[in-house]
Each structure stands twice: as C-alpha cells, then as structure tokens.
C-alpha cells in the first residue's frame, strides 16, 4: 500500500512536466521531491520509508504506557511487566533491553525497524567532514525513547533527523555535478542551481494553501 501511494503522488507532481516525460525518472530529483519545503523540497514524503519511522515510534509511546512506571501512572498492560522487565521505564531504569532479549516477534520488528534506519543513516560510520544530525536515532534500540528532541512527538523527532540527514547528502551530490558545455559556453548543472538558489520566498508554493483571492484562470 505505501508503495502504491508513493507511485500515485510521483505521477501526480509529474503532471506539470508529462509533455517531455510521464515520469519524473531522475533519481536526485525524485529524492528532493520528498523532502520536506524546509529542506527544499516538496513535501510528500516516501511512505515506504515512513512506514518503519512511524510504527517504530507507536509502538515506543505505547510500550512506555504498558507497565507500571514506579512514580505516576499504572499500566494499562500490566500483564506484559515480565516481557519489559520491571522498572523498564522508571527513570534510568533498563527500557527496552529485557524487550530485545525476549523471542517474541514484535521485538525482532521493532530492532529492524530501529537499527536499519540507524543503518541507513549511517551512525556507525558517519563522515566526520559533516555534522551528525541529532536525534532519538542516534540512540540505540535499548534506549530508545529516553529523549526527545524539542518536545516534538517521537515520531517528529525521527522524520526531523532522517530528513536532516538526507537533506545534507542531496546537497553534497548537486553540488558535485559537472558543469554543463551548452552552445560553447559552461554553466552548473540545472539541477544544481536550482537547488542552491533556493529560499524561503522560491520554496513558499510548496506549503502555502490557496486562497480564495487567488483566482485561477478558466
């Protein structure tokens, strides 16, 4: 289904162009297409790789509710204390990491889930020439939850640091294009300036709603 949604909105945001092709195919485009207007992008994020960020982070919210946490709530699933371990989410307490021993099969999906978008991320060998994104990623599956960044909802906070770091590589590779020798003259490539130039006022149709005042042409 996530895949299915993620060919109907690339064929939707191709209309513009379908005179040349039906499909937008380059695959720098495709993956700026997706990133959020913030990152300069469009915003119709790649359900496919959503799909695991935000089960992951359900599935966290909901188990830190499970248990009884030792200091304000009751869980609601306290039948489950031994699968998490009691205590796993007092305050320092071990979270996740009874979870992960267990053999039950919603722990192996939340640990691919978890580590392959760490994976993907590459948070065991990042490039020290650039920043790692912070983020709750950057903590591993046993952990996961502790901290969440600005008090954004889990699940945000995961986008946001996926995002980040998708967004810093695009930027690495239109910037590496070649130039182009066009009619006896070299210019950047055009997917490269377009990205560069770029900002807050080129990037606004991406997020701003029509209005009323704006009328189309019949």
């Given at each position: ?50 799909a ?30 031994d ?5 796993a ?6 979270s ?8 039950v ?10 580590d ?6 590459g ?35 995961i ?60």
């Open positions: 289904m996530a895949a299915q949604i993620d060919a109907a909105l690339l064929r939707a945001v191709s209309i513009p162009q379908c005179e040349i092709s039906p499909l937008i195919t380059d695959h720098l485009v495709r993956r700026r297409i997706c990133l959020p207007a913030r990152h300069k992008g469009l915003g119709p994020r790649n359900r496919t790789e959503l695991p960020r935000a089960w992951s982070a359900s599935f966290i919210k909901a188990a830190e509710l499970f248990v009884h946490d030792g200091a304000v709530k009751y869980g609601f699933f306290v039948g489950l204390t699968l998490f371990g009691d205590g989410f007092v305050k320092d307490g071990h996740f990491a009874t979870f992960l021993q267990s053999a099969p919603y722990a192996r999906a939340l640990e691919r889930a978890w392959g978008e760490r994976s993907r991320l948070l065991n060998t990042w490039d020290l020439a650039m920043p790692l994104p912070k983020g709750p990623l950057s903590i591993p599956m046993d952990r996961a939850g502790d901290r969440e960044e600005g008090g954004q909802s889990l699940q945000h906070a986008c946001e640091q996926a995002e980040t770091y998708d967004a810093k590589h695009l930027d690495l590779e239109l910037k590496a294009l070649p130039r182009l020798r066009i009619r006896g003259k070299t210019m950047p490539d055009p997917r490269t300036t377009s990205w560069t130039e770029a900002d807050k006022v080129s990037r606004g149709f991406a997020y701003d709603y029509p209005l009323p005042a704006w009328p189309l042409p019949a």
